[in-house]
């Protein structure tokens, strides 16, 4: 474990490779300290409190003995929206601000929560809902890792990447590219089909400004795609178009793709259209253009930029079995803090439940309709 370790006040604090930030009152670690190692006092204290050392937020760690299933929410876990494509989410929280994210991560406002998934049991469980795919369908499978945040956070994505490499017949991950290195692109090379790298302007203010935090590294990024470009995983450079901040790069993005030679094997470009979400940033002069003035846009600046499932090899493959009935009455369990506040997450008939609107507490039960159930996402208001 590479972890370091600070006293503050009545807490003794640990950053596990820098993302986990492990709290145990004083007291308790040097009552233990003489007789137990500092990996054995961070694993069994049942004192400790958790939180995501990148955003600062409250985190919830989850693995198999925490009970908590990991389909149906959108936060963390699996997502199997129908397709041969299986959306794995180890974490969530991220390191950039993006003034446009349509989930609001980085600093925010809205967010009190972060989760963070057990490798083990994150890979136990796709291995289950890809078996039940191939029995349904023919179709290859694909692991696509991505989430509300940065993947590469997740302190065990090269292990993440390798279990899912031996379970699906694809492996493809989105990052930011800003903690992406030679040598880890090295590493993962042979295990990683393709990387969506987000790139935004080739402009470095721009691009800094996009992204809402001073220190972005541009040239750091676009390094990073030509590695990427130059090893046997295949790279997709995928802007979002924000009018009135980057008309000008998409050309410029596309021309610097198509030099290093950006996908090779799948599309080299995924430009995707500026959308305001209700939990979602809005830049002030960002004006949202609709899909026909986007898609004849995308038609003047080149060709094949519209992207459609098959350019991917995604087929419609059946879903994995709902567990609750829209507009069914339920009574829940909370179990956990959900990701906003006056939200909770409750656990129930091997799913996870987010009720909204609630000022109930983990423990708590409460009467509720399921308000939502696509995907196998539940969620429910409290009656
Ligand atoms: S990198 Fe993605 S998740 Fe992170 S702030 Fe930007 S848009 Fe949001």
Redesign the pocket.
Known sequence: MDYSKTIDGNKVIFVINGTIEVKIPKKIYDRYSGRYDDEEIISSCTKKELYNAVTGRRLYYISEESDIPLIGHTAFGIIDRGTNLLQVRPSSG?????I????D??KSRTKVTDYMVDVDYLAKKFEEIADFKRRNCIAPIEAHIDG???PFLYPYIEKLIKKLHEMADIVSIQT?GILLTEDLIKRIDGYVDRINL?MHSMDEYTARRL??IKSYDLSHVIEMAEVIAGSSIDLLIAP?WVPGYNDEDMKKIIEFGERIGAGKKWKAFGIQKYEKYKFGRKPKSAKMMNFKTFYRKLDEIGEGLKLYPEDFGIVKCASLPKKFRVGERVRLKIEMHGRVRNEMIAVARGRVVQIINTHKKVGDTVNARITRNKHNIYVAREE
């Open positions: 991220c390191n950039l601000n993006c446009f994210c349509s989930v991560e980085g509300q945040g940065e930011n987000s992204a809402g979002v």
